[in-house]
């Protein structure tokens, strides 16, 4: 598949998305076993994580909807100028609260497979007008794509504090991990700066029936918008009981060590990488929401497989098969998100299906470390099963009919 049809405003988009996503990969390995270092509890440091989603939840539901009036650039430029900001602090100090701050801002340790944070929705909506909407399954799988394999290079960068050392990490050795984020920042910085925003969404003075006829379509999209938040709430909470915390949980459960863990993440991630590039190319053939979910399904079925895996090589076996199957869907389930609603408010749209995930996803990163700190260990895996079973069950049936690959077939 050519990328011909991919413009250079896109190009760069998602160029400053694998830039962005190498210091993540190093994070997601590495994040929560420098606390651990640092002798934090499981309590507290599934504390930092849900302080991170609901602060960023809260910032993603103010950013969306504003960039469909002001525009989209300045706001990724003013992301990328905090990451720099807080990853020197995290660098240059160990201090709990500073850390904290910082961690909480920054997003630390989150994995967000090189997406800005709560600046997600700006980026999708930027994105999303710079292509053609039935392009939208494949340009938003490959943006996706980007971010995973730049955190699987960046997950293999977390490695090295053990290797160079030939010991178990201190909380100093950790430390450099924020130098990748810095150079991450960078890079992506200066590609935002040279990418062209359109204007926000001009505010016109209807005629009396093309008010009704808006009016009329809004109630629709609402409609759609309340459905896909209601679902994502047993996704957010499934995914939040497993996700955050995972390199933490191989580690108590196997005594893994960066060493061990960051080699199979980084696998994983650029496993999921080509399945991303794989589903978006199947989302022409088959629509986007019965690739999403039958490609999830099979990730589902080897979730409790690596909850109760006997050793470290077959939890990991059962982790990148897992995450290349469920997590190769996120590009495709953006891509439905924005086309339930027309072009001013896909800034809207892209915040919603954002936060209506990272709120309750928020809370399971502390109920997983209770679980782990009373010695819990596959608690947390069975009841994110039963949660994403339901998810999958009511995806399909509430939104097969909207999904945006077969409207387009259908009028072609």
């Not at 993540?24 to 849900?50: E, K, P, R």
Request: glycine share 12%; hydrophobic share 55%; with cysteine.
């Amino acid at each position: 598949m050519t990328l011909d049809f991919l413009p250079r405003t896109a190009r760069l988009l998602i160029a400053s998305r694998l830039a962005r996503s190498l210091g993540q990969g190093a994070l997601v390995v590495d994040f929560a076993l420098y606390l651990h270092a640092l002798h934090w509890s499981a309590v507290a440091i599934g504390g930092v994580f849900m302080g991170s989603l609901i602060f960023g939840a809260v910032l993603t539901l103010l950013l969306g909807p504003l960039s469909d009036r002001l525009g989209r650039r300045q706001f990724l430029i003013g992301y990328e100028c905090s990451q720099l900001v807080v990853a020197a602090t995290a660098l240059l100090t160990a201090q709990p609260l500073l850390l904290t701050a910082a961690a909480v801002i920054g997003g630390f340790g989150r994995g967000a497979n090189g997406s800005p944070g709560p600046f997600a929705p700006v980026e999708q909506s930027w994105l999303m007008r710079a292509i053609e909407r039935g392009h939208s399954g494949v340009v938003f799988s490959l943006n996706t794509a980007a971010g995973f394999l730049g955190m699987g290079v960046g997950a293999w960068l977390a490695a090295l504090p053990e290797w160079l050392g030939g010991r178990a990490p201190t909380p100093a050795d950790y430390r450099f991990l924020f130098v990748i984020v810095l150079l991450g920042s960078v890079s992506s910085l200066t590609l935002l700066l040279l990418a062209r925003d359109a204007p926000g969404a001009p505010v016109n003075a209807d005629t009396e029936q093309q008010a009704a006829t808006a009016a009329a379509s809004r109630r629709q999209e609402n409609g759609l918008l309340r459905k896909l938040m209601a679902v994502n709430i047993l996704n957010g909470i499934g995914i939040g009981l497993v996700g955050p915390l995972l390199a933490y949980w191989f580690f108590i459960r196997f005594g893994a060590g960066p060493g061990a863990i960051a080699p199979m993440m980084s696998i994983a991630f650029v496993a999921t990488g080509v399945a991303s590039l794989l589903s978006g190319a199947l989302t022409r053939r088959y629509g986007v929401v019965d690739v999403v979910v039958w490609l999830r399904l099979l990730g589902l079925l080897l979730l409790l497989p690596m909850a109760f895996a006997p050793s470290f090589a077959w939890a990991g076996v059962f982790y990148v098969l897992r995450s290349a199957l469920s997590r190769g869907t996120i590009g495709a389930r953006q891509a439905l998100g924005v086309s339930l609603v027309g072009h001013g408010r896909h800034g809207l749209a892209a915040s919603l299906n954002m936060v209506s995930q990272m709120l309750p996803l928020a809370f399971g990163p502390l109920i997983a470390g209770v679980f782990f700190q009373a010695g819990w260990l596959v608690a947390p895996f069975v009841a994110a099963t039963g949660l994403q079973a339901a998810y999958l069950y009511f995806y399909r049936r509430l939104f097969r009919s909207h999904d945006p690959a077969r409207q387009v077939s259908n009028r072609s």
